[in-house]
C-alpha cells in the first residue's frame, strides 16, 4: 500500500464526484426524493375512515353511538336509512364498511337484552379492515362505558384491559417507517454508488490504463471504498436529519450509536457495490444487478414494512442473507427505543461479518488482470 | 402500412427473445417476484410473540391465559417472575407483548368487580403492535362474555357481530397477490417500451429505420404492440397463478378484467413511449423508468390504502394509472364486479392512455425533427 | 547489443466466448530489438491487442513464457507494470479531470516526487503542444488531443518499453503526424517502442514490422526485407481516356494481376510474376514496391464473385454532364449559437461516387444527416433525387440506401432475419422480395452466415450485411458514413471494389471517410473545414491546389493537412 499513489487516486475521485452529478445526485437527491416519496406516501394510519351507519329508527341510543363515531378521528359517520343504500355505498367504494343498527335495536337494549350491532367491513384490504375492527371495537366499548356510567348500572366488562404501548405510543407507523426506510435507501445508495463507478472505469476504459500502471488492486479498491464511503455518510446524516426534523420521528437513543452502525453497514453496501461491479462490467448491468439484488429484498425481506415474524419459515431463514434486515432492527431500536445493547450487539456483530464476507470476496475476485 | 408495421412487431420479439439476458429480464424476476410477494409480503401476525407476568394465584388468571396458549395467533416465549424482568423483554424483541395479571385477578373477578389486566407493547413496530392489539382485545372480549355469563354478571346490553365482506378470514394474500397483477404487468411493459427505442438509438439502428419509408405513427405502433403483447401475457400468467396457485377466489367477470388490463397496458405502453422518446441511451431509459415506477408503486394503494396519505398526495394519485388497475383487478377477483361497477375506474384509464399516447407521438415526431 | 526488452516464448492465448474457444495467439515466438520501432499490424481479429495485453502482463499467456525487461510476466507482473508505459486503444483519461489533474494523477500513481513530476509535465506539455490546455477538461479535447494526453500520462516517467495500442486510430492527418513526431522523439532517447497500427504509411516508418494473422506470426522483418521479394512486380497503369475505375476492373480481372487499386496517379498493379501482357493504350510504368503491396501480398486479396458485366453500362458514365441527383445550397445548420455548416452549395451527379471529407469536427457528419433526413437543416435547399429533403417525406426516403459508421444491424437478430426485416421495412413484397433476398445473399457471399447472428459476424461481413441491408430496395442513391472506419485493409479493398461496381452500375454513392488514400476512388471530392467547403473537384484538382515548390505533386494527405493548416491559419489571422 503506498501513500501518494492512495492520494492520487482518492483525490481524482473527489474531483470526478464534484465535477459529475450523477453521484452527488445518488447520494443526496435520491435519498431525499425516496424519504419525501415514503414519508408521504406510505402510512398504515387510518384516518377518517368513511363508514356507512344504517339507523331504522332513530332514538337517543342510537345517537350517542353514532355521536362516538364521529368523536373518534378514525371515522367518518355517514347515515343511511336502509342496509340497501349501505351497501350500495361500500360497493361503489364510497364507504369502507357498514355499521348496521336493527330496527329492534333501542327495544332490545331497553328490554335488557342483548342488542346486537352488525358490522361489515371490507374485507379486500385485509389489513385495513383490521385496523378498522380494532377501532370499532374502541367506540364500541367506549359507548359502553359511557352508557353504564350514565345509568349507573355496573359494567359487565369483568377484565379491565390496560394498555401499555412503548417506545411509540400513538402507535404512529411513520415513526418505525421512516427510520426503516433509511435502511433500504442506504441499501440501494451504497450498492449503486460503488457498482456505477467501478463499472464506469470499465466502460471507459481507465481501468485498463490504471492496471497497467505500478497500482495495486487493494490500492484501487480502497481509493474507491474511501471517498464513496464518505459520500454515503452525507447521505445518511441527511437522512437522518429529515426523519428527525422533518418527519419529527424521536431519537432515542445515542446519534454515535447511530452513527457508528450507519457506517459498519454503508461498508456491507459498498462492499456488495463493489462485488457487483467485480461480475458487470458495465453500468446497465451493474445498475440493473444493484437493484435487483440489494433493493427488492431490502424492500420486502427486512422487517421494514413486513414483519419478518409473519413469513413463512423458509422466508424467514432466507431474510437472514439480507443486510437490510440487521440495519432495519438496529436503526427501529436505536430512533425509538434506545441503545438496547443485545440487539445493537448481534447486529452489528451480523453487520460487521457481512462486510467482512463482501468486502473480502471482492478482493479475491479482483485481479490486476483483464480476463 | 400493416405490413411493415408487423416486421417491425416481429423483429422487437425477436430481439427481445434472441437474447439470453432480456429472456431472463422478462422472464425471472416477474417469477421471483411472484413469489417473494405472495409469500413474504404478508400483514397478517401469526405466532404472536408474548411473555407472562402472572401474580395471580387464582383460576380465573389461568382460565385466561388458557385462552391465549389454545390461540394460534400467539405463542407464549417466557414466563416471569418480577417487574424487572419485563423490560429486557420487550427491549431485546423477545416478546412482542408481556401480559402482566395483578395478585388480586381472581379474588376481584368473583367479587364481580372489574379487575385489570395491564398488556405492556412494543410499539417500534407500529402495525404489528396495532393488530396484535386488537387480537389481544379479542381473547378478552370473549373471556368476558364467556365469564360474565358463567358468573352471572348479567348481560351485556349489547354485542358486536362483525363479518368481513370479500375476504372473510381477512387474509393479507387476497390483497397482495391480485395487486401483483397490476406491478408485475406494469414493470414488464415499461421495460420493452420504454427501452426499445433507447436501445436501437445506443446501436445505432434508429437511423436506419427512419431512412426507410416507415412513418413515425407506424414505428410507434410497432414499438407499442410488442408491450402490449407481452405486457398481457404477463398479466394473465399472474392471473391464472393466483387462481390456481395461491387460491385467490375468482368471482368477477373476466371481460371487465381484460377490458381494464387493455386500458391498463396501453396507458402504461403511452408513459413508457414517452421515456423512449426522451431518453438517448439506455441508461437513461432506465432511469426515467425508475423515477416513475417508483412512486407509481408507492402511490398506488399497492401495499397502504391511498386514503391514508395527505390530501395533496392523495390528488396525485389521479394521475396514476395503477391506481385505477388496482381497484379494477381486486373489485373483479374478490367483490365480484362487471362493467358497470367499474365504470368510474375505466374512463380515467382510457383518458391517461390517450393522453400519454398523443404526447409520445408528439414527442416522438419532434425528436426527430 | 542490449537484451531483447519484450520476449514472446512460444506464446498462446485462448478466449472462451460461450460454449467456443477462439484462439487468439498460437505458438507466438517473438523478440523486439532494444531502441527500436516495432510496428505491429495484420487483419482485425489477427491478436493483436492480445499481445498487447500479454505483454503489459493484463492477460496471462495459456501457454509459453513472456519475458519484459528480463521478467516473466507471471511471477512478476507488478514489476513490470512499474517500468513499462502502456497506452490502451481506447485511452483511458478520465474525461472529467482536466488535462494537469490526468497528469497528475498519473504522476502519483508512478510515485513521482513533486518536483520531479513538474519538470517532466512541463517538458510533456512542451512536447505535445498541450501547455495552452492545461486547465481544459479532457473530455473537451479532440480526438488527437486526447490521443496525446494519453501518451504523455504513459510516459511521465521514460520507460524502457513503449507499448502503444493502434494510438493513431481515429485521428486526424494533422495530430497523426504530431503524434509521430514525439514517437520518433522516444526511440532517440532510447526507448523500445511497439506500435500496432491499421495504416500502411506508418508501417513503413517503423524499424521492424510484425504481421500477424489469425493469432499466428506471418512475418516479422524490416521493411527492405518485405518489399524484397516484390522488385518487379509493382507497376502504375495509366491510360488516355481517364477512367480509372473501368481501367482498374480491367486490370484485376487480368491473368498474372494479383491486385489493382486506384492511387492519385492511376491503378497500381501488383503482378504475380514479372510479365503481364499490357492492353493497347495503357502505359506500364514500374514503381517500387511499398509495405501495402507486401501485406496484400502475402495475406491475399479477398475473393470477389465473378461479376457480371454491369447490369447497366449505359449509364455507367459518370460525365460532367449527367442529371444532377442531390443538390446542396446555401445549406446551414446552426446548433444553438453554433453554426456546424455555413451556408454550403454543391452538386451531386448521377452516377458519381462523391467523396466528402474532413477533419474531425468539420461538419461532414452534420452535412451527411442532413443530406439523409435525419437532420433538419436551419435554412438552404436541400433536394435529393428531385425531392426537397426538408420536408423529408417517405417518398424520398425510399429511393435512399443508407449504412451508417458502426454498421447498425441487429445484433441479435441473424443475418436472415435482418435481411428480412429490411425488406419489409422498405416494403418490398412477393416475388420481388424473394429475389432481392436471393439476390443480397448470393451477391454478398452471405450464405455461410445466415443463421450468424449480426453481433457474432467479423467486422468485414457485418459491413457486407449492412450494405446489403442498404441495397435491398435498389436504391440509385447510397448513403455511406464512414464506411470503412475500423475494418482491416483487405475488407476496405473488398468494399471498395463492390462501391466501385456499385458506381459502374449506375447508382450515385455518396462517402465519408477519413482514409484519405481512399479519396482517390471518388470522382468528386468535397473538403470540409470549419463547416465550410474548403475545396472541392476531382481528387487531381484539389491535389492541385496544394501544388507548391516543396510538394510538386502533393499526395492527397499532404494537399489536405496543407488546405487546412492554410485555412485555419487565415481565420487566425481574420480574427
Redo the contacts between chains.
Sequence with gaps: MNAQRLRGLMRKEFLQILRDPSAIAIAFVMPVFLLFLFGYGVSLDAKRVPIAVVVHQPTAETSALIGGLQESPYFQPRVYASIRGAEQAVMTRRANGVVWLRSDFSRRLLQGNTASIGVLVDGVDANNARILEGYLQGVWQNWLRQRALHAGTPLIVPVHDEYRIWFNPALRSRDYLVPGLIAVIMTLIGALLTALVVAREWEHGTMEALMATPVGMGEILLGKLIPYFFMGMGGMLLSVALAVWLFAVPLVGSFWVLLFCSALFLLVALGMGLLISSVARNQFVAGQIAIIVTFLPAFILSGFIFDIQSMPAAVRVITHAVAARYFVSILQTVFLAGDVWPILLWNSLALGLMAALFLGLTLHRSHKRLD | MPGRIWALVIKEFLALLRDKKSRFVLIVPPVLQLLVFGYAATFDLRHIPYGVYNQDPGFASQELLGRFRGSATFRQVATIENAGQIAPLIDNEKALLVLRIGPSFTRDLLLHRPAPVQVIIDGRNSNSATLALNDVNSVFLSFDTHWAAEHRWGKTPAQLVIRPWFNPNLLSRWFIVPGIVALLSLVVTLLVTGLSVAREREQGTFDQLLVTPMRPVEILLGKALPGLIIGGLEGIFIVLAAIFWFRVPFIGSVPALAAGMTLFLLAAIGIGLMISSLAVTQQQGLLGIFLFLVPAIILSGFATPIANMPPLVQDLTYLNPMRYFLVIVRGVFLEGDGFRALGPQYWPLALIALSSMSAAARLFRHRMR | MAASPLRFIQVGKH?SRGAARVRALDALDLNLTAGSITGLLGPDGAGKTTLM?LA?????PDVGTIQVLGADTRAR??KI??E?G????????????TVQ?NL????????LSAEAARTRQRELLRMTALGPFGTR?AGTLSGGMKQKL?LA?ALLRVPPLLLLDEPTVGVDPIARRELWGIIQGLKDQGVTVLMSTAYFDEAERCDEIILLHQGKLLKKDTLAAFRLPLQGRCFRVTEDTGNKRRLRESLQRRPGVQDARIVAAGVRVLCQGPSVEAAPGERWQAETPTFEDAFVDLLGTAEMPDEAAPAAPAAATADQDAEIIIEVRDLRKRFGNFEAVKGNTFMVRKGQIFGLLGANGAGKTTTF?ML???L?ASSGTLRVAGVDMRRAT??A??R?G?V???F??????SCD?NL???S????L?GTWRRQRLQWAVQKFQLSDYREV?ADQLPLGIKQRLALA?ALLHAPPIL?LDEPTSGVDPLARREFWQRVNALAESGVTVMITTHFLEEAEYCDHLVLLSQGEVLAQGSPQQVRALAQDKTHPEPSMEEAFIHLIQTHENQGRRAS
Design positions: 478466449f495485453r503489459a502482463g493484463l492477460l496471462l507482473a507488478a507494470q512499474a513499462i502502456y497506452m490502451p486503444q481506447q485511452f483511458g483519461l478520465y474525461e472529467d479531470l489533474e497528475d494523477l498519473h504522476a502519483d500513481l508512478q510515485g477538461r494519453g500520462c444527416r439523409c433526413g435525419l433538419p417517405a417518398q426516403r425510399a435512399i443508407y451508417s459508421q458502426k447498425s444491424l441487429y445484433g441479435n437478430l432475419q428480412a426485416f429490411f419489409a421495412a422498405y416494403g413484397r447472428n441491408c448513403f
